[in-house]
Nanobody, 128 residues
Framework: VQLQASGGGLVQAGGSLRLSCAASGRAASGRIFSNNGMGWFRQAPGKDREFVASISYNGASTSYADSVKGRFTISRDNAKNAVYLQMNSLKAEDAAVYYC?????????????????WGQGTLVTVSS
């Protein structure tokens, strides 16, 4: 299973970016997107990877880190095997490599220990 993240880039503080993550590869990837919770984590230089947002298999439940609540929105489109992270009002402290992740369960998960599959990262740079 391959999770392909995209949408990172350079943005000014206060700006917006939309990250996308799509499954590719084996047919099982589609089943994972339909049945598993999905999430985004991020890792800034010199820091541990941290939870950002998570969404349940059907999109009914979401969870956010306190630092991004009210600014970031996670969504998914199971028909397209895709999950998105809309990031608004970006701050310098949001700069990091962002990773999409498929959970081991169908529900929201906030722990990296519950991730079954990781995507490659996409770099978000915020200029002040």
């Amino acid at each position: 299973v391959q999770l392909q993240a995209s949408g990172g880039g350079l943005v000014q503080a206060g700006g917006s970016l939309r990250l996308s993550c799509a499954a590719s590869g084996r047919a099982a990837s589609g089943r994972i997107f339909s049945n598993n919770g999905m999430g985004w984590f991020r890792q800034a230089p010199g820091k541990d990877r941290e939870f950002v947002a998570s969404i349940s298999y059907n999109g009914a439940s979401t969870s956010y880190a306190d630092s991004v609540k009210g600014r970031f929105t996670i969504s998914r489109d199971n028909a397209k095997n895709a999950v998105y992270l809309q990031m608004n009002s970006l701050k310098a402290e949001d700069a990091a490599v962002y990773y999409c992740a498929a959970s081991r369960t169908s529900y929201v998960q906030t722990s990296a220990g519950n991730v079954a599959y990781w995507g490659q990262g996409t770099l978000v740079t915020v200029s002040s």
